[in-house]
Structures are given as C-alpha cells and as structure tokens.
C-alpha cells in the first residue's frame, strides 16, 4: 500500500469511523447492547421470487414444472416462503418494536402469523390475478394468449407484486410490503404504493411511469394507460398543511379508462363510474359517473419550409 495512504489510515480514519457510526447509531435509534441486523433487499427479492413462483409455476420457477411433481413443487416452496418470510418479518419487526409492538406482543409470533396469513391468502391473490390477465387480453387486441400476457406485459409482475405487498400492509407489517412494491418499480417502470386499494379485472397498458399512490381506491375493471399519476398534492401547496395519515390520493370508481399521461390529484377527487379520462387531462375535481373529460387541445400548426437565396421561408398551411 502506498506509505501516504497507509499513513492516513492509521492517523485519521478512525475518526472518520468514530463520526459515521455515530450518525448510524443516531438515525437507527441503536443502544450499545442492540443488535443492528435488518432483512437485506436481496432476501427479500429471493422471497419475492418465490411468492411470484408459487402464483405463477413454469413462468416465475426457475425450474420445469411438470403435472405429476406439481404438488410437491408448491408444497416445498410454499414451506420455504414461510420460514424465509416469517424470519426476515421478525427482523423488521425487531427493529421497529418500538413503534409496531405492544408491551406484550411477541415480534416472533406476529411474524408468523402474518406469513401464514400471507400464505393462506395467495389461492384469492392467484383467483384475482387471473381476472387482471383476463382484462389485459380483452382490453389489448395485439394480445395473442392469456401466456404471452403473464410472460411480457410488465404490468401482470407489478400488480401480482403489489397484490402480495397489499396483504402484508394489511397485517401491518412495516417496510417489506414497500421494499417488495418499490422492486417492482425499478423492474416495470409501474409505482404502486401497496397501500392502495385495488379492484378486480385491473388493467394497465404499456405501463411506464404509471404512479399509484397510497390512498387510492380503485374500483373493478378499471384500464389505465401509460404514464398516468393518481396522485397527492404537495404538502406545502395549501397553507403548509402536512398530510400524512390522511386521503390524499383519488378515487376511481368501476369500468373507468384513463388515457396516457392524464393526472388525476386530491383526496376528495373521485372518478365516477364508466368514466373516460382523456390523455394529458389535469383533473383536481370529481367526475359524474359516465362523463368524458378530455383537455382542450391548442391548435396544430404545420409549417413548410422553402429554402430561396439561401435563407429560409416558413409558411403555414
């Protein structure tokens, strides 16, 4: 090692130590006896994987699935989700006992028991994720089977996955259903808060920077396009109110079609239904049901172009 750099790591790195480990000490809230071990992303994912697996053999596995070892390939991956998922709950849950444990609740038992309920949930996760294929294949004419949907429509991955984290943000675990949503946004290009509720026959074509947020209701049967937001306003847009733990976010009742980039705001917002939002619409107030909102478009202009001793002439036509 060069003398310089050997030099200044003897002199003065522990002091850079000293200062970031009393930055981590001070943002986790540690005590010197507390151990700081939390559930990495990359068991998560691991888990993710094989919950994704479990509702989707053949597709998601990593391995054939055939008819005859069917049973003992979801037996032995649903065991594994389990354990995996009870232990890594428990580690969130040590970590945030402070704030999600009551004097005489066991984290180890509450991690159970949300990965069993997590378990027992995915046969109606797995019945209503058919229904959002269903209405992926009627809605796209370019679809050509239920498989070419589930293996390349990057929305199937990012709802399943939302649906999974939805039920885990019902048992109120902390931080893995956003851990789990958040992955599926850095994969599909799709942001769904796992907070949001979700109605059957839920379609959402192409998919890229859809935004979802954490106090959305959406109804049955709902088709969104490409880069639409159902979003909060700023916290500091009215008086400088904070409002966290309140609706923020709209409500889109049932057989609704949002169009491409449309932006949809506000807690008390709802869409009523068999609405159709039209792209690039701003809507910060209600829709009757079955109305069509479409924003008003400036007028194209198209200019030719002449090139005459050279300099150039522009005329409208």
């Not at 990359?42 to 993710?48: A, I």
């Amino acid at each position: 090692m060069p003398q310089k750099l050997d030099n200044w790591i003897r002199s003065d790195l522990p002091q850079v130590v000293q200062k970031l480990e009393e930055k981590v000490r001070f943002a986790y809230k540690i005590e010197s006896d507390e151990e700081i071990t939390i559930a990495g992303r990359d068991n998560l994912y691991k888990t993710l994987n094989d919950i994704l697996a479990a509702l989707f053999p053949g597709i998601y596995s990593q391995i054939p699935i055939s008819q005859n070892n069917l049973n003992e390939y979801i037996t032995n991956t649903l065991a594994d989700i389990c354990k995996n998922l009870s232990e890594q709950i428990y580690e969130i849950l040590k970590f945030h006992r402070s704030q999600n444990c009551k004097a005489n609740c066991s984290c180890e038992e509450k991690a159970q028991n949300a990965s069993i309920e997590l378990i027992k949930s995915l046969p109606e996760i797995r019945e209503t994720l058919i229904e959002d294929i269903k209405s992926g294949h009627d809605g796209d004419p370019a679809s050509k089977s239920y498989h070419e949907i589930i293996l390349s429509y990057p929305y199937v991955e990012a709802v399943a996955t939302y649906r999974v984290a939805h039920k885990l943000y019902l048992l109120e675990v902390p931080v893995i259903p956003r851990v789990m949503t958040e992955r599926a946004h850095s994969k599909t290009g799709i942001d769904i808060h796992p907070g949001a509720q979700i109605g059957k026959g839920f379609f959402i074509d192409h998919g890229t920077g859809v935004i979802i947020g954490e106090t959305c209701r959406i109804g049955n049967n709902v088709t969104i396009y490409h880069g639409v937001t159902l979003g909060a306003f700023s916290p500091y847009d009215r008086e400088n109110n904070r409002f966290q733990g309140k609706k923020r976010h709209p409500d889109v009742e049932d057989n609704v079609i949002i169009y491409s980039g449309a932006v949809i705001l506000g807690g008390e917002t709802v869409i009523g239904r068999g609405s159709v939002i039209g792209g690039n619409a701003l809507i910060t107030k209600s829709v009757a049901p079955f109305s069509q909102v479409s924003r008003k478009a400036e007028p194209t202009i198209y200019k030719s172009v002449l090139k005459y001793n050279d300099e150039w002439d522009y005329y409208e036509i």
